[in-house]
């Protein structure tokens, strides 16, 4: 039974999955740990979590979330697994999964971790944007790296599951080459597109009213994780470098390619290819 | 006083704009034409048009609204501007205006024609989406080639703005370069993506079920107007080539110094300029 959570991290997932425990009936002990008061005090006021705590706090926990940018999850992991007691689970909510499996392979040997990631977030972070029901209907991905459950493991698995999201476990580097198409690459174009409007306007202030007045409803969906924070995507470029950085190269080329035949019929297949992928999924 | 419009093309933009004028309190004949019997046929229905017109009702409207894409818009100026009556509007809500205007300076030489762009559309287009409010906040650009306004133009420009638009008049070349950014861009980028995914489907069939259960919100996004119809876009295309690569050669740029700096402090500096681009507009 697990009777103290400890989070580490009280932002937007960190403080969400306290909202989203409450919600869904936990009424033990939820401590938060955070280098910034301001985001703990949030947090604490939101009734996410009981109060503000130490690490003494967080080694004691039944469950520990670690709910911080990705190497900073991987710090957090090496302090904490000499430290481990039986029957506790060290859990992640990291964007990439194969650098933290590889490590949990050497430091939780024994067992004790399982690296998860919902695919739930917003542009800005920050405990003050929180919400309890964030990871409704949301795919919650785990990428376990022993075979065999524990009972604190199945009891972790189902308050995930209460919160209303979809589990599916998955292969960690399998995890991470599609994170790079549906998650990673995204949010790189729309950074790559925000900054090159802020360039622009730098050039031409006087376009600047006109940009904002004249652009639709595809500008700003197309720029809106230009918001996202690079305290939490520095950490994803450096962990999945290698098939981030080979998506990006196809998008390139896929433009190239665009680009050099706007007046020809290989317009029609790229819009007749995009059209049946929109037709799939709407 | 305008007792007759004949709009020509009842899809998405022309429909909207007869429920638009109802909605405004437009209370004479609206006539539509089609080359689709079962648009014009949901066009009357809906309560935009009165009835399905023929060409002698285009000939004989106060204003004809042209809202079909930008090379059958062209072929329609050619066709109309030898029958033009003293004191009739030539209209049309064209996606890009140099080539529309350049051609009005050609065959609308002695004036009766407002080049048009109402900012505002869905990614899929019929007239069974048509909205009255789909102008409601939008931006309705003009490209006017002459100096001096008529009395028709004038009450027009009134009945757009009653739509619930904003209006601005702004040189045409200018118009093709700034929605050239804001809105081809996004259209193309939206489109490589979305035919990028669906051949990633196909090499790996697989995936396809784990990509749209993964895939959030913003992939979602990033993709929407990957369902843009060709027929619209091949015309945009066309008649603004050179400002369209040069924006999709930028960006192919950015990526590519994006993707080369995924370990280094470059990518802090991407990620700053394009908040600093969304702190400004969000």
Request: glycine share 10%.
């Amino acid at each position: 039974m697990i009777e103290k959570v400890a989070i580490v991290g009280t932002g937007l997932i960190g403080t969400s999955v306290g909202l989203a425990l409450r919600r869904a009936g936990f009424s033990c002990e939820i401590v938060g740990i955070d280098t910034s008061v301001a985001e703990v005090t949030t947090a604490v006021q939101s009734g996410a979590i009981t109060r503000a705590g130490g690490f003494e706090d967080v080694v004691a926990a039944d469950v520990i979330v670690l709910a911080v940018p990705v190497l900073a999850i991987m710090d957090w992991m090496k302090q904490l697994a000499p430290l481990k007691r039986p029957g506790q689970l060290c859990t992640d909510v990291g964007s990439t999964k194969l650098a933290i499996c590889d490590l949990a392979g050497l430091y939780y040997a024994g067992g004790g971790f399982l690296a998860g990631h919902p695919m739930a977030g917003k542009e800005s972070g920050g405990a003050a944007l929180a919400d309890a029901s964030l990871f409704d209907g949301a795919m919650w991905l785990f990428t376990p790296i022993f075979e065999e459950m524990t009972a604190i493991e199945v009891e972790w698995r189902g308050w995930v599951a209460k919160f209303g999201a979809r589990t599916m476990d998955v292969d960690a580097e399998r995890h991470d080459k599609i994170c790079a198409w549906v998650s990673h690459l995204p949010q790189m174009v729309s950074t790559a597109m925000s900054a090159m409007f802020e360039d622009e306007f730098a050039a031409q202030p006087e376009l600047a009213a006109e940009f904002g007045a004249i652009g639709g409803r595809a500008l700003r969906e197309m720029t809106r994780l230009g918001a996202s924070p690079y305290s939490m995507w520095r950490d994803v470029a450096f962990t999945n470098t290698k098939p981030l950085a080979a998506t990006i190269f196809a998008l390139e080329q896929r433009l190239a390619h665009l680009r050099e035949n706007l007046k020809t019929p290989e317009l029609r297949e790229e819009f007749e290819k995009a059209n049946a992928f929109r037709g799939k999924r709407s």
